[in-house]
């Protein structure tokens, strides 16, 4: 299952994304024999609901949808897309989470995930301008493999942590390298309003199989510039959820940005820093493909 989440004249609603065409999620959900009782108008609701039976449902969307007409909101192409999750309660990152990134870096390999935040005000869906020019002079890529959080998660283990996990999805964690450095924490450099596009869609565990076996690529003007794979990664999704609900409870909706591999601009020689107008490409095997143009600075 592909769950949304779009513009609509009575503000932004949950929806699901099936061969192109958006469905309202709330009135798939009344045609459901998993309905419940309680608000779906939203993604975030829809996990709090119904997180803990996601497989149950995909199984039965598409054929939900084939009987409801009514619940067709129109072609994926004629539907403006926002961020999958607009009100996330947190947004974790996870730094220098795969090798070849943490070589490039010159840091010390971890022992424990580093992990940082990120504000919902800093995040924008797969049609929006990558927002920064204004205040960088040198923005730079990171392709990564979200997490959304489907259950409320509180010191689970690792054995378990994926049964947690509600879907995956592209995100680009755009950095302003010159606010970043400027002092010794990370969080002026990741907090630069509407930075950080993800989506379009979060992808359901069932659809995807094993998280730790995804190509991750990114380019820049059509130019590769990364490509990896979660099996790369440090610490795998099931250890980097284990290890965040050890100290803080995790809630449906939560976003996990996992980490980037080799290849930001910064490490390049010279560096390679985003410019007004360049369209960076976020693909991710089984997962999606994000697309966004670095917006010019207003005037």
Known sequence: MKLVSYEHESGVRGGVLIDDTVYDLELLLQGSSQAAHGATTSVREFLELYGDKLDAI???????????PEARVGDRSGIRLTTPVPDPSKVLCIGLNYKDHVAE?????????????????????????????????????EGELAVVIGRR?????????????????PLNDVTARDLQYRGTQWLAGK????????????VTLDEVGDPQTLELATRVNGIEVQRSNTKYQIFPIARIVSYLSSFLTLEP??????????????KRNPPVWLEPGDTVEIEIDKVGLLRNTVGKPQL
Do not use: C, H
Request: no cysteine; hydrophobic share 40%; aromatic share 8%.
């Open 58 to 68: 995909s199984s039965e969307i598409s054929d939900v949808a084939g009987q409801d």
């Open 105 to 141: 870096t010159g840091r010390a390999f971890p022992e424990y995930p580093d992990v940082f935040a990120k504000f919902a005000s800093t995040m924008v869906g797969p049609e929006a301008e990558i927002g920064g020019a204004k205040v960088s002079n040198n923005l730079d890529f």
């Open 153 to 169: 998660a509180s010191e689970v283990t690792e054995d378990e942590a994926l049964d947690y996990v509600a879907a995956l999805a």
């Open 191 to 202: 907090a630069v309003d509407g930075s950080t596009p993800w989506g379009p869609a979060l």
């Open 253 to 266: 909706g939560d976003v996990i940005a996992t980490g980037t591999p080799q290849g930001i601009g910064a």
